[in-house]
């Protein structure tokens, strides 16, 4: 009798698997990082120069929720093309789309050399970009998701969000790089230079990832015939509940992730008037810190199960966020760094270990790009897109980052709520019944030549 597996393609070594989806992820975040720290350092200047400086960041801030606005349409776009057509074509486009769009930035004129026309082609820039992320962390997580052993899908599918601190590491070696010249030459020219760099990484990028095969459970899905004509209206109409609690569980991370890297740099040089690069030297200690503890939390995940260890990662954010500000606030570089360990590479980056299992097991196969697209995408339009802008606005107006740390609060206390009320589903072997189909179907089928 045949097997199901012996009519598809040998599948991609594990190895192979998650190299593919970290480097896409790396490019992913290396562009969002790099984007977040130009607009605090260099983009309120050679873009917006008609504002103060303080105001000036909050409108480069503006173009960089663009992005995020963005991102819903490229989850919708590409999750359903990815439900339809498999995950690796997809993410092949979706890395092009972002490489492309993080390389035009680069050698695009600014405000003194183009006038008004600079900063609208930055937005569209911004907003392309958001499009080809809005497609990508789905398609990335689902891949080492889906080609994952039973009972290591959370270590597996962690891999991916390990994408997080390697950007932020090579994104900030980069601005460091470029900074080398001095605040002015940063200014002038250098910070050009990250920016097209990015093209080496997307090549990279898409050598390691075309060798990759569709996994298991989307061959099952063809095999079964059990794809979903319109995938994000399924996700609608029969997973609301789901959808709903997701988003909810999205916020603290969303929140604590972007207040702890992008505002609080423009924090400390525009308000508390530090250099740059104590912010920089204290996310890139986090990030080394971040990188192991991601997957650690993601292995612990598939023993524990997804909610206690995500659930960790949101009472570290609710229980030290008056703390952590106080330790920004003290201006000591060192107990910055401790902060910005604490608030993200113990806060955040444990809440993104599990996550991306977490999300993938609230939908099945067929709508399962869609859905996971739809939560993490729409979660950070109403959370993470705004909350620089937000915290700087904040700060502004009330000249404390007591509200700030407020903010962090509330939003793990959401996602706290949302994971009490969610499933625990570490333990579900939730394609199973897919592939056995699929199998049933194959060995039903007669062999040619038999």
């Not at 911004?126 to 039973?150: K, V």
């Not at 994408?163 to 010249?181: E, Q």
């Not at 292995?299 to 954010?317: C, M, T, W």
């Not at 019944?433 to 007669?446: D, S």
């Given at each position: 009798m045949?097997?199901?597996?012996?009519d598809?393609p040998?599948?991609?070594?594990?190895?192979?698997?998650i190299?593919?989806?970290?480097?896409?992820?790396v490019?992913?975040w290396?562009?969002?990082f790099?984007y977040?720290t130009m607009a605090a350092?260099?983009?309120n200047?050679?873009?917006?120069?008609q504002f103060?400086p303080?105001?000036?960041?909050?409108?480069?801030?503006a173009?960089f929720?663009?992005?995020?606005v963005?991102?819903?349409?490229g989850?919708l776009?590409?999750?359903?093309?990815?439900?339809r057509l498999?995950?690796?074509?997809?993410l092949?486009?979706?890395?092009?789309?972002?490489?492309g769009?993080?390389?035009l930035m680069?050698?695009?004129?600014t405000?003194?050399?183009?006038g008004?026309?600079a900063?609208?082609?930055?937005?569209l820039l911004?907003?392309?970009?958001?499009i080809?992320?809005?497609?990508?962390?789905g398609?990335?997580?689902i891949?080492?998701?889906?080609h994952?052993?039973n009972?290591?899908?959370?270590?597996?599918?962690?891999w991916?969000?390990?994408?997080?601190?390697l950007?932020?590491?090579?994104?900030?070696v980069a601005?460091?790089l470029?900074?080398?010249?001095?605040?002015?030459?940063?200014?002038d020219?250098?910070?050009?230079l990250p920016f097209?760099?990015?093209?080496v990484l997307?090549?990279v990028g898409?050598?390691?990832?075309?060798?990759?095969t569709?996994?298991?459970?989307?061959k099952?899905?063809?095999e079964?015939?059990e794809r979903?004509k319109?995938?994000a209206l399924?996700v609608?109409r029969?997973?609301?509940?789901?959808?709903l609690l997701?988003?909810g569980?999205?916020f603290?991370?969303s929140?604590?992730?972007n207040?702890?890297?992008a505002?609080?740099?423009t924090y400390?040089?525009?308000v508390?008037?530090?250099?740059?690069?104590?912010?920089?030297?204290g996310?890139?200690?986090?990030?080394v810190v971040?990188f192991?503890?991601?997957?650690?939390?993601?292995?612990?995940?598939?023993?524990?199960?997804?909610r206690?260890?995500?659930a960790?990662?949101a009472a570290v954010?609710?229980?030290t966020?008056?703390?952590?500000?106080?330790m920004?606030d003290?201006?000591?570089?060192g107990?910055?760094?401790?902060?910005?360990v604490i608030?993200w590479?113990?806060?955040?980056?444990?809440?993104?270990?599990p996550?991306?299992a977490f999300?993938?097991?609230?939908?099945p196969?067929?709508?399962?790009?869609?859905?996971?697209?739809?939560?993490?995408?729409?979660?950070?339009?109403?959370?993470g897109a705004?909350?620089?802008?937000?915290?700087?606005?904040l700060?502004?107006?009330f000249?404390s980052?007591?509200?700030?740390a407020?903010?962090v609060?509330a939003?793990g206390?959401?996602?706290?709520v949302?994971l009490?009320?969610?499933?625990?589903?570490a333990?579900v072997?939730?394609?199973r019944e897919l592939?056995?189909e699929?199998?049933e179907k194959t060995a039903?089928?007669?062999?040619?030549g038999?």
């Amino acid at each position: 009798m045949r097997s199901y597996a012996d009519d598809t393609p040998h599948p991609s070594k594990p190895r192979s698997v998650i190299l593919a989806s970290v480097m896409g992820s790396v490019i992913e975040w290396y562009d969002f990082f790099l984007y977040a720290t130009m607009a605090a350092l260099v983009f309120n200047k050679e873009f917006f120069p008609q504002f103060d400086p303080l105001i000036g960041s909050l409108v480069a801030f503006a173009t960089f929720a663009a992005g995020f606005v963005t991102r819903p349409l490229g989850g919708l776009i590409f999750g359903h093309y990815g439900d339809r057509l498999g995950r690796k074509k997809i993410l092949v486009i979706t890395m092009l789309i972002m490489g492309g769009s993080t390389f035009l930035m680069g050698v695009l004129p600014t405000y003194g050399q183009l006038g008004v026309a600079a900063p609208i082609l930055l937005l569209l820039l911004r907003m392309l970009q958001g499009i080809g992320l809005g497609g990508e962390w789905g398609g990335a997580a689902i891949l080492t998701f889906e080609h994952a052993p039973n009972g290591r899908r959370g270590l597996f599918s962690s891999w991916p969000q390990t994408g997080v601190p390697l950007g932020l590491l090579v994104s900030t070696v980069a601005v460091n790089l470029a900074s080398l010249g001095g605040q002015s030459t940063l200014v002038d020219w250098a910070w050009r230079l990250p920016f097209i760099a990015s093209a080496v990484l997307v090549l990279v990028g898409l050598f390691v990832r075309l060798r990759v095969t569709e996994p298991p459970a989307f061959k099952a899905l063809l095999e079964a015939d059990e794809r979903v004509k319109v995938p994000a209206l399924e996700v609608i109409r029969k997973y609301p509940k789901q959808i709903l609690l997701g988003t909810g569980a999205r916020f603290s991370e969303s929140i604590t992730f972007n207040v702890y890297n992008a505002f609080i740099l423009t924090y400390t040089t525009l308000v508390l008037k530090l250099p740059g690069s104590v912010a920089l030297n204290g996310l890139l200690i986090a990030s080394v810190v971040g990188f192991v503890v991601i997957p650690l939390a993601g292995g612990l995940s598939d023993r524990f199960g997804r909610r206690p260890v995500f659930a960790i990662g949101a009472a570290v954010a609710v229980l030290t966020a008056f703390p952590v500000f106080a330790m920004v606030d003290s201006k000591i570089p060192g107990l910055i760094w401790v902060a910005l360990v604490i608030g993200w590479a113990l806060g955040a980056c444990t809440m993104f270990g599990p996550e991306a299992a977490f999300f993938a097991e609230l939908f099945p196969a067929n709508v399962r790009y869609s859905g996971m697209s739809i939560v993490y995408q729409f979660g950070v339009l109403i959370s993470g897109a705004i909350a620089p802008a937000l915290c700087v606005w904040l700060v502004s107006e009330f000249k404390s980052t007591v509200p700030v740390a407020l903010y962090v609060i509330a939003a793990g206390v959401i996602a706290l709520v949302s994971l009490k009320l969610s499933k625990e589903t570490a333990h579900v072997d939730i394609d199973r019944e897919l592939i056995h189909e699929a199998e049933e179907k194959t060995a039903a089928t007669p062999h040619p030549g038999k």
